[in-house]
T-cell receptor, first 111, second 113 residues
Framework: QKEVEQDPGPLSVPEGAIVSLNCTYS??????FMWYRQYSRKGPELLMY????GNKEDGRFTAQVDKSSKYISLFIRDSQPSDSATYLC???????????FGKGTKLSVKP | ETGVTQTPRHLVMGMTNKKSLKCEQH?????MYWYKQSAKKPLELMFV???????ENNSVPSRFSPECPNSSHLFLHLHTLQPEDSALYLC????????????FGSGTRLTVV
């Protein structure tokens, strides 16, 4: 079983829609969870960071971690064309104590 | 310059060439990483350096050779690569163990012909 699973999409939504992006992970010992956003021809940039379970909100973005089901989510409200990017979930831990990434979900928000 | 800078941005090389990728971080971090990003695959961790010491080599073929002369600079030396090595190579840095996340550069898009 892969340590982090993420549906690569692509996902296409109209402007203003609520977007839900999800990942599952295998190791219940993971405590740090992140979402990165990667625009075309750029490196990933840290978007949201969560420690342990719960929700974290930043503007239109909400990150949610459910440790009981090993499920992490990113919600984007009022999506904009500028949100079009690839979103990568990441967990910190693993056998060597490094960041482990999902495959990334490519999101396209149409005007 | 701020953040993590990678050069060159694009590189095309033949299978018999030798080239190097360069990474520089201006954040005062103590750890640096090389990742490989291929289409439809998760980011693959290649090498980890902590305070200039290599702490991880994830079974990377010897045609990739890292070098970390100080905690701000990281190189990836390439020789006799294969077409399947074509990918985006990302450098990242972090403070401490990295549990608060890594800062990435924009990457070098490598094409092996």
């Amino acid at each position: 079983q892969k340590e982090v699973e993420q549906d690569p999409g692509p996902l296409s939504v109209p402007e203003g829609a609520i977007v839900s992006l999800n990942c599952t992970y295998s190791n219940s010992a993971f405590q740090y969870f992140m979402w990165y956003r990667q625009y075309s021809r750029k490196g990933p940039e840290l978007l949201m960071y969560t420690y342990s379970s719960g929700n974290k909100e930043d503007g239109r973005f909400t990150a949610q971690v459910d440790k009981s089901s090993k499920y992490i989510s990113l919600f984007i409200r009022d999506s904009q064309p500028s949100d079009s990017a690839t979103y990568l979930c990441a967990v910190f831990g693993g056998s060597q104590g490094n960041l482990i990434f999902g495959k990334g979900t490519k999101l396209s928000v149409k005007p | 310059e701020t953040g993590v800078t990678q050069t060159p941005r694009h590189l095309v090389m033949g299978m018999t060439n030798k080239k190097s990728l360069k990474c520089e971080q201006h954040l005062g971090h103590n750890a640096m990483y090389w990742y490989k990003q291929s289409a439809k695959k998760p980011l693959e961790l290649m090498f980890v350096y902590n305070f200039k010491e290599q702490t991880e080599n994830n079974s990377v073929p010897s045609r990739f050779s890292p070098e970390c002369p100080n905690s701000s600079h990281l190189f990836l030396h390439l020789h006799t690569l294969q077409p399947e090595d074509s990918a985006l190579y990302l450098c990242a840095s972090s403070q401490g163990s990295g549990n608060y996340g890594y800062t990435f550069g924009s990457g070098t898009r490598l094409t092996v012909v």
